[in-house]
């Protein structure tokens, strides 16, 4: 599920620890109380080993390296979401315009291309979708006009497929004499548009951040937490156990939600939420085209809406 209604500072502080990632953060620091506690019992009882000698100075140099290691990850991580995030915005209004240039073209007795670009440009957002989370199911999709070039399941690129439903319909109006050459050049732009979003989509997908820089990151952190217990149990005593699983929570913690938010277009609750973004442009698109939709689809596309993936 996507949930993005604000309810406030402590059921969101809730919501966020009853995830995946939360799950996924607190195995981890079980296996961090574990040693930490180890550690802590060995030194104050039956060993005093001479890590604990070591100086301050060099956690601190080594905790602010690791924090600009960590601003980078995140950052390079929100880059990735944010970039998706734009390509959707594009999207949404280029939807828009495709729907309002037909609306203005169509002629009002002209029900049938109105239902055909309304289920088409609709078609459009969850075909991508469904293609980025590498999904074949098709039963979002509206079905439209029947014929070799234009039905989509002769198509694995579902998107390409789509768009080609567009453009043939387009050249077909074009040649009938229902859309000018002015008209038909600007009206080219916004279809290019479609695939192009695509494009930047899948490109987002198809380049991860690289995996040793990943790891580097990782093995830093353990290297850390590892030796952030031995600098400061004669200070702390026995809340070492507890200043070193805070400090495990905020740097594990920070490395995971950059992992899952890296990944824009999936199905975690920190992505993005394109079911609820597609719903959105299939009401747009008919309301503009005056093609009706049910109001149960309506208020599955209003923010704050629970979207089941």
Known sequence: MILYKNKGLFPSIWHFHTGPTA??????????AIYVVVVTVAEMHYTDLILKDTPTSFLGAMGILLSLLLIFRTNTAYD????????????????RNLAI??????????????????KSISNFPFALKNHLRNVSDMRELDMVEEGERRDLSNFDHKPAGVSNQLWVKTESLYRQGHISESQHINLNQHLTTLMDVCGICERIKSTPIPFSYMLFIKLFIMLYVALLPFTIITAFGYLTIPAVLLTSYVLVGLEMIGEEIEEPFGLERNNLPLSQLSQLIRVNVHDILQIYLPPVEKQAAKPGFTIVT
Not at 85 to 92: F, H, N, P, S, Y
Not at 103 to 116: E, I, K
């Open 23 to 32: 799950r996924g953060l607190l195995r981890r620091l079980i296996v961090v």
């Open 80 to 95: 990735r979401f944010y970039e998706g995030r734009q390509a959707w915005g594009v999207l949404v209004n280029n939807c």
């Open 101 to 118: 240039f037909f609306n203005a073209v169509l002629p009002d007795g002209d029900q049938d291309s109105r239902a055909f670009f309304a």
